[in-house]
């Protein structure tokens, strides 16, 4: 896997290695004899990557099946594999009962037909969008009016700062106010190049491992990110997002000041390769979600905090989500939603809002994010980061799509192409894809 295949579920792996299918709950002997995978009687199933005992989202997983007498299948495949393995098991005809799926692709499944309108549960409930953060509970919705999915958490993108390295280089930190002036792109390369040190002792900032730049940097130049709002044109190939990816690229091509396109290709092989740069002082500013919060208390060796993105035309940033949802061929829907409205209510927020990474998608959930000496100090400012954070313009052909400019980010990064011929030798057949043609 290349530099720029390197996704925001990779951050993910921090909490959870793979494991097999796990029973969690009541004994099996206890419950009726339907089959885990038919998610009938007492049982159910989960489909899901990287989630093994003693992360999060299996606590909450575990806990969920315990209240509801359930044994709950927990079945976590390898992130790397996992949406080959889901189309599979959702083309098998035994659907688990609930399944997590990738933020960026849930119109394609929804367009495909496999999954449920969760808008009938919703409306049952008396669910109020007004007690949800809006880029979370707008998201699953379709032009149709379905809900077809649901939001648990939240990783908005932040820029984690090794704060002993700003100190020692007599560096001002930025401001730690979303809505404060200045911390502009020119002071984000200011601050790196005094920031790194030579040799590759220290490099001032580590961007392109993590492909959320691909939005972040577009938008904050005023563009629609990598598609257009109505996902009819590859807005990453016109003016506003090739300038942001070769403003990117030539942080290393150009002032030096961020590792190579070779250095970061062999580091990503490494997991949590990019947060273990900035904890052992290696890098000084990463953008990264804060679901890499956790690694760097665990494992940082420096101090950190982090702080906004910097802005050229706006400042924003992108916002990435653990998202559930339940197959259209579900034997027991019911209980699948159950599930899902149990890991967004309060007990599981509770518990989620504890790794400091994770925002729960309710509101109320920010008064659970408390700083503690662990860090980050700025804790508050997941909180901002959201109210300024956009979703990816996703196509139901987004899937098809990364694969054609995804490899020519590659060139860009290692200086044979600019990012406008790149990115525009494959606009047309990112477009035909867009438009169902590819």
Same mark, same amino acid.
């Given at each position: 896997m290349t530099a720029s295949q390197f996704s925001r579920r990779s951050v993910l792996k921090a909490f959870g @290695?793979?494991?097999?299918?796990?029973?969690?709950?009541?004994?099996?002997?206890?419950?009726s004899g339907n089959s885990s995978a038919a998610g009938g009687g007492g049982n159910a199933s989960f489909l899901t990557w990287d989630t093994n005992s003693g992360t999060p989202l299996y606590t909450?997983?575990?806990?969920?099946? $315990? &209240?509801?007498? $359930?044994?709950?299948?927990?079945?976590? #495949?390898?992130?790397?594999?996992?949406? !080959?393995?889901?189309?599979? #098991?959702?083309?098998?005809?035994?659907?688990?009962?609930?399944?997590?799926?990738?933020?960026?692709y849930v119109k394609g499944y929804y367009a495909e037909g496999s999954l449920l309108d969760?808008?009938? %549960?919703?409306?049952?409930?008396?669910? *109020?969008?007004?007690? %949800?953060?809006?880029v979370a509970f707008n998201f699953p919705k379709q032009e149709d009016g379905a809900h077809a999915a649901w939001p648990i958490m939240t990783n908005?993108? @932040?820029? %984690?700062?090794?704060?002993?390295? =700003?100190?020692?280089?007599?560096?001002?930190?930025?401001?730690?106010?979303?809505? $404060?002036?200045?911390? !502009?792109?020119?002071? =984000?390369?200011?601050?790196? *190049?005094?920031?790194?040190?030579?040799? &590759?002792?220290?490099?001032?900032?580590? +961007?392109?491992?993590? !492909?959320?730049l691909e939005t972040v940097w577009p938008v904050s130049n005023g563009g629609d990110g990598i598609y257009s709002k109505d996902a009819t044109r590859f807005t990453l190939a016109e003016q506003q997002g090739a300038e942001a990816i070769q403003w990117v690229a030539d942080l290393a091509l150009v002032h030096k000041v961020h590792p190579d396109f070779a250095t970061v290709t062999a580091?990503?092989?490494?997991?949590?390769?990019?947060?273990?740069?900035? &904890?052992? &002082?290696?890098?000084?500013?990463?953008?990264?979600?804060?679901?890499?919060?956790p690694y760097l208390r665990s494992n940082a060796k420096v101090k950190w905090d982090i702080f906004p993105t910097p802005m050229k035309a706006r400042r924003t940033t992108v916002n990435t989500m653990t998202v559930l949802a339940i197959p259209k061929q579900s034997k027991d829907p019911d209980a699948a939603w159950d599930f899902l409205k149990y890991c967004a209510g309060p007990d599981a927020s509770k518990l989620l809002a504890q790794s400091r990474g994770f925002m729960p998608v309710s509101k109320s959930s920010a008064a659970l994010f408390v700083p503690?000496?662990?860090?980050?100090?700025?804790?508050?400012?997941?909180?901002?980061?959201?109210?300024?954070? +956009?979703?990816?313009?996703?196509?139901? %052909?987004?899937?098809?799509?990364?694969?054609?400019?995804?490899? #020519?980010?590659?060139? +860009?990064?290692?200086?044979?192409?600019?990012?406008?011929?790149?990115?525009?030798? @494959?606009?047309?057949?990112v477009e035909d894809v867009l438009a169902g043609k590819g």
């Open positions: @290695v793979t494991g097999g299918a796990i029973a969690v709950g009541l004994p099996l002997a206890a419950c909450v997983a575990e806990n969920w099946a $315990k &209240g509801a007498g $359930k044994t709950l299948d927990i079945q976590s #495949v390898p992130g790397d594999d996992y949406d !080959t393995k889901l189309r599979t #098991v959702l083309s098998s005809g035994a659907a688990p009962t609930a399944i997590r799926i990738n933020d960026d969760l808008k009938p %549960y919703l409306e049952k409930d008396g669910i *109020k969008p007004e007690d %949800y953060f809006p908005p993108g @932040v820029i %984690y700062c090794n704060t002993d390295a =700003f100190a020692e280089a007599g560096v001002e930190l930025p401001p730690k106010d979303w809505a $404060k002036s200045g911390w !502009t792109w020119d002071d =984000f390369l200011d601050a790196a *190049k005094k920031l790194t040190k030579p040799n &590759g002792e220290r490099w001032g900032a580590l +961007v392109f491992p993590d !492909t959320s580091g990503r092989q490494t997991p949590n390769w990019a947060l273990a740069q900035l &904890g052992t &002082g290696k890098v000084a500013m990463l953008l990264s979600l804060t679901s890499g919060i503690d000496d662990k860090g980050p100090a700025n804790l508050a400012l997941v909180t901002q980061a959201l109210d300024n954070a +956009v979703n990816e313009n996703f196509s139901r %052909y987004i899937e098809r799509a990364r694969t054609i400019y995804r490899p #020519v980010l590659d060139d +860009v990064w290692s200086g044979k192409q600019t990012a406008a011929a790149a990115l525009g030798s @494959v606009k047309q057949k």
